[in-house]
């Protein structure tokens, strides 16, 4: 069997990229990086948008990578069905670029948070969470200032109809408790699915809980999920 | 209009420097020349009050591969160069704490880049006045201080946290001093393969001088203030020197594109720019190579116009880097900042025959010896041990026990300086690059290196209060303090970095104390086998004539194998033995019981044996090494009553501890004597545990048990878990305001 490839896209300004590298090739896949400059991603299974402080997060976070050269590219690749997942800044873009609906806003403390955070699975119908269980607490750490997702009401109305929340902020039992949401956001929204299934945004850092010296595993479901389903299509 | 000899009194330096330059040249300096000599022979570029007490520093060893002079020190760790720099940002966080303790970052990232290492972690030593809460100081100093912590606390969370390199670790202390004078010390450690160190070396006469990264403008053209106002007769509002902005995402791209011209094996020399800007930058790399240098003003990109050719000269503007590369590789150079976005320009080339050669579209605007920049002059200055140090060590400190050792040992859990620093280190990234194995909060940072049988330990440290009353002792502590915080993870420490906060040099106060503190750290570094690889000496740190503390603060680092694993410093588990490796004697003098619960800065320095604090380090390492411990935790600021608190809290378990019967009971659990460490491991280990210390001369004693949801000490302490964990995690952030 093939490895699965994974694309790992480089704006000037991202910082997270190398630690996605090192975590798909910890599980087994192949990955590299794509400068935005470049526009081809042929040949890649899944594209990753890592986290970082593409162009300084000048402007609005993620307001002028959305326009990167690649973006044309990555778009084309959510609108053939690829996968693509946005961590972090990585979030902040596919928002800002229209691949997933809302905004993420300052935190409500006002302050940069880095802190591990556990989030509940809220549907395994995905081919982010395929392999874990329906309501499934995972630890993953956040580090943002600015992951306080909002939508509007008929927004999130669609997102709950449609099983397109990802993963909820929760209290280690599972609660999603105000005391639990680490930067106000609406419903307690930690990650989101675009309508056809295929684009995830997560505000926490899967990358950062693959590794078992350094900070846990649980991340892992997430990045192993995303390589069976792009194992399959490729089968396929 | 001034004459020249009027003026260079106005930039500091004096008649005699005056005609050593006179002397130098054999004329009169033209104005910008006179600019850049005032700039390179200022204290803060020219060391030139401490440069003869900071030769006496021990500064080789086996892992040491580049020593003091250059941007950072090396050590070798297994096949890498591990590189480790030191410095201040004071003033400036003082002026404007968040692009103060910013632009400090930004600056020890450079340093770090320079020898070609890739910065892998940051450490931020800060010291601040009092916050309100504590009550030492009027309300609106408290509250001011705490408007410093917030705003420099911001500024190295949205620096470090953008450059993309983690914070791993630092000290966030409170002292009254600091109130007119904050430190804001900041740590890098970079990594390079051993054959890719690089050298601020200006080599191979026709080779091309690169100048990359930001733009230069007016910033940072304080130092030189009067020039811009007096000398020139022009005091326009437009030419009046701003404040030095960071801009993270610059250096972010540079740190890639300084990284990718060596990887591609284009770069012959290099160096950041920092104090003094581009008069330093290229004096300093022609003249480390014994050359000289050609430089265009006018090729440099400007980021405002009207700039006068000094101004370009010695402007600090952030986020800039010097490279040399040959004729043939300077398209290619060029290409690869410009992938990157940043500007850059060749502005000049190596020249032989040692003369640095400024010129602005033609005309020239100096003509210097490159190596005269550098080589200024070097004072013996007159030092005398203050009257008051006499007194302050007889000062009687805790006599008599408190009424409520229980109420008492809260007080100390919930001090700024003791409680968790949570609040801080939360705001900063410590994560990223996926190397932290163990984080904030414990003694030592751990980092796995990339590709790498081993991982080092880091931890700074540093004590005033100490200094203060004897700065010998004090310094030593520090040495002393940081070798027992790498030890307590399990790793062997090789080698130290070191920024030297003092007051004014002139004052011979102050320079006893520089001259007894580099003494002490000396001596200690020798003691325990680790050398000094350099360091940042910050002077004039006062305010209307009261300076803060002598402030030496250590920067260590320890390596260990990767197949160690660092104990928790939290207990593990129910029934696990507690013991404490090494003495208590009565040492309350000086320490945190004396300041924060009897209000008192005074008493002897408790007495150390760097003998001892090697052997105690040594068998904490073995221990370790042999799996023989659940927790360690190094026992310091607060004694054996805040450390076993701290042990509970981080393990989420409580402790019963055994009575001593010979100190009185505040002594045994506040006294701060050195080189003890508080230990525990399952009571089936025990035989090997103390046959193994016993064997190495080392001093180990029970001292309770793990085990149940309170601390309970005889009948005198009995504290439930949750109130010690509430106390001791939420003070701090209650202190700065926010009530969580």
């Known amino acids: 069997m093939t490895k699965p490839q994974v694309g790992v896209v480089v704006f000037p300004g991202s910082n997270c990229e190398q630690d996605v590298v090192h975590a798909f090739r910890y599980l087994g896949a192949e990955a590299r990086y794509i400068w935005h400059h470049e526009t081809d991603v042929s040949g890649f299974d899944v594209l990753v948008l890592p986290g970082g402080f593409a162009y300084g997060d000048y402007l609005r976070t993620g307001a002028i990578a959305a326009f990167s050269p690649i973006m044309d590219s990555v778009r084309a690749f959510a609108?053939?069905?690829?996968?693509?997942?946005?961590?972090?800044?990585?979030?902040?873009?596919?928002?800002?670029?229209?691949?997933?609906?809302g905004a993420l806003r300052r935190n409500t403390g006002l302050k940069f948070r880095c802190i591990p955070v556990q989030v509940r699975v809220e549907t395994t119908a995905s081919p982010f969470t395929s392999s874990a269980g329906e309501g499934q607490v995972l630890e993953i750490p956040i580090n943002h200032f600015e992951g306080n997702y909002f939508c509007d009401d008929e927004t999130l109305s669609v997102l709950e109809r449609d099983n397109r929340i990802a993963f909820r902020y929760c209290s280690p039992d599972g609660e999603t408790t105000a005391e639990a949401n680490p930067n106000g956001a609406l419903a307690n929204i930690a990650g989101i699915i675009s309508e056809a299934g295929n684009v995830l945004g997560m505000m926490p850092h899967p990358e950062r809980a693959i590794d078992p010296e350094v900070g846990g595993t649980d991340g892992e479901v997430i990045f192993r999920s995303v390589m069976a389903a792009s194992?399959?299509?490729?089968?396929g | 209009m001034s004459t020249p000899e009027d003026l260079h009194r106005q930039l500091g330096l004096t008649d005699e420097e005056y005609e050593r330059i006179e002397g130098i040249l054999e004329r009169e300096p033209n104005r910008a020349e006179l600019a850049m000599f005032s700039v390179m022979w200022s204290e803060h570029c020219s060391y030139k009050s401490s440069r003869i007490h900071l030769k006496t520093l021990p500064s080789e060893g086996p892992d040491i591969l580049v020593g003091p002079g250059e941007g950072a020190g090396i050590v070798k760790v297994g096949d890498l160069a591990v590189a480790l720099r030191l410095e201040s940002h004071n003033h400036p966080s003082f002026v404007e704490p968040f692009q103060g303790a910013a632009t400090g970052i930004g600056g020890v990232v450079r340093d770090v880049l320079s020898v070609g290492a890739r910065p892998i972690a940051l450490?931020?030593?800060?010291?601040?006045?009092?916050?309100?809460?504590e009550g030492r100081v009027p309300q609106t100093v408290g509250e001011r201080n705490r408007f410093l912590v917030e705003g420099v606390v911001s500024g190295i969370s949205s620096y470090g946290n953008c450059i993309g390199v983690p914070t791993v670790g630092g000290e966030v202390k409170f002292e009254d001093c600091y109130s007119g004078n904050p430190l804001v010390n900041v740590m890098c450690i970079g990594v390079a393969p051993v054959e890719r160190i690089h050298h601020a070396r200006a080599d191979g006469p026709g080779n091309k001088v690169l100048l990359l990264g930001s733009k230069t403008g007016r910033d940072g053209i304080g130092g030189v203030s009067v020039l811009a106002s007096a000398s020139f007769g022009d005091d326009d509002a437009d030419k009046r020197p701003s404040v030095q902005v960071g801009d993270p995402f610059t250096e972010k791209l540079l740190i890639e594109a300084c990284l990718e011209l060596m990887e591609a094996g284009l770069v012959v020399g290099i160096q950041d720019l920092g104090g003094a800007g581009l008069s330093c930058a290229t004096s300093e790399s022609a003249a480390n190579a014994g050359n000289g240098m050609k430089v265009n003003l006018e090729a440099v990109p400007r980021r405002e116009q009207g700039m006068e050719p000094?101004?370009?000269?010695?402007?600090?503007?952030?986020?800039?880097m010097l490279v040399i590369v040959e004729e043939k590789d300077a398209e290619r150079a060029l290409s690869i900042c410009d992938k990157w976005g940043l500007a850059a320009s060749v502005?000049?080339?190596?020249?032989?025959?040692?003369?640095?050669?400024?010129?602005?579209?033609?005309?020239?605007?100096?003509?210097?010896?490159?190596?005269?920049?550098?080589?200024?002059?070097?004072?013996?200055?007159?030092?005398?041990?203050?009257?008051?140090?006499?007194?302050?060590?007889?000062q009687e400190v805790g006599a008599s026990p408190p009424d409520d050792l229980g109420k008492t040992l809260l007080e100390l859990l919930a001090a700024p300086n003791i409680a968790s620093k949570s609040w801080?280190?939360?705001?900063?990234?410590?994560?990223?690059?996926?190397?932290?194995?163990?984080?904030?909060?414990?003694?030592?940072?751990?980092?796995?290196?990339?590709?790498?049988?081993?991982?080092?330990?880091?931890?700074?440290?540093?004590?005033?209060?100490?200094?203060?009353?004897?700065?010998?002792?004090?310094?030593?502590?520090?040495?002393?303090?940081?070798?027992?915080?790498?030890?307590?993870?399990?790793?062997?420490?090789?080698?130290?970095?070191n920024c030297l906060n003092f007051g004014n040099p002139e004052r011979p106060e102050v320079m006893w104390q520089f001259a007894e503190s580099v003494r002490g750290m000396g001596e200690a570094c020798m003691a325990l086998g680790t050398p000094v690889t350099g360091g940042n000496v910050s002077f004039y740190n006062e305010t209307s004539g009261s300076a803060i503390y002598p402030t030496p603060v250590v920067g260590m680092v320890g390596v260990m194998p990767r197949d160690v694993i660092p104990p928790p410093i939290g207990f593990q588990n129910e029934g696990d033995v507690i013991a404490l490796v090494g003495m208590t004697s009565?040492?309350?003098g000086g320490g945190e019981y004396a300041r924060t619960i009897l209000g008192k800065i005074g008493g002897r320095v408790p007495r150390l044996?760097?003998?001892?604090?090697?052997?105690?380090?040594?068998?904490?390492?073995?221990?370790?090494?042999?799996?023989?411990?659940?927790?360690?935790?190094?026992c310091s600021e607060g004694g054996i009553g805040v450390t076993v608190a701290e042990s509970c809290i981080a393990g989420g378990i409580g402790a019963s501890l055994e009575l001593d019967d010979e100190l009185a009971p505040h002594v045994w659990l506040f006294s701060e004597s050195p080189s003890r460490y508080v230990i525990s491991y399952p009571e089936s280990r025990s035989d090997e545990v103390i046959e193994l210390v016993a064997g190495s001369n080392g001093h180990i004693a029970r001292i309770g048990a793990v085990g149940g949801n309170e601390l309970i000490w005889g009948p005198e302490i009995r504290l439930d878990l949750e109130t010690l964990t509430a106390t001791y995690k939420r003070s701090f952030a209650e202190a700065m305001g926010y009530a969580r």
């Open chain 2, 310 to 320: 000094f101004e370009v000269l010695i402007s600090e503007s952030q986020e800039r």
């Open chain 2, 347 to 394: 502005i000049g080339e190596v020249a032989a025959g040692g003369r640095l050669e400024v010129t602005d579209n033609g005309s020239i605007i100096a003509d210097v010896p490159a190596a005269s920049l550098g080589d200024g002059p070097i004072y013996d200055r007159p030092i005398q041990a203050p009257h008051w140090i006499e007194d302050l060590a007889r």
């Open chain 2, 123 to 133: 450490f931020d030593p800060l010291r601040f006045g009092p916050l309100p809460v």
């Open chain 2, 586 to 588: 009565d040492d309350l």
């Open chain 1, 231 to 235: 194992s399959l299509v490729t089968q």
């Open chain 2, 424 to 497: 801080v280190w939360e705001q900063f990234d410590h994560q990223v690059m996926l190397g932290t194995v163990v984080t904030p909060g414990h003694d030592a940072a751990v980092i796995r290196l990339p590709s790498s049988s081993e991982r080092i330990a880091v931890s700074t440290d540093g004590n005033g209060r100490y200094c203060y009353l004897d700065p010998f002792l004090g310094a030593q502590h520090a040495v002393a303090e940081a070798y027992r915080n790498v030890s307590a993870v399990g790793a062997r420490p090789i080698a130290i970095t």
């Open chain 2, 609 to 634: 044996d760097l003998g001892t604090e090697a052997t105690n380090g040594t068998v904490v390492r073995r221990l370790i090494e042999l799996g023989l411990v659940s927790s360690t935790h190094d």
């Open chain 1, 79 to 101: 609108h053939e069905g690829g996968p693509v997942i946005g961590i972090c800044n990585g979030f902040q873009i596919l928002c800002e670029a229209g691949l997933l609906p």
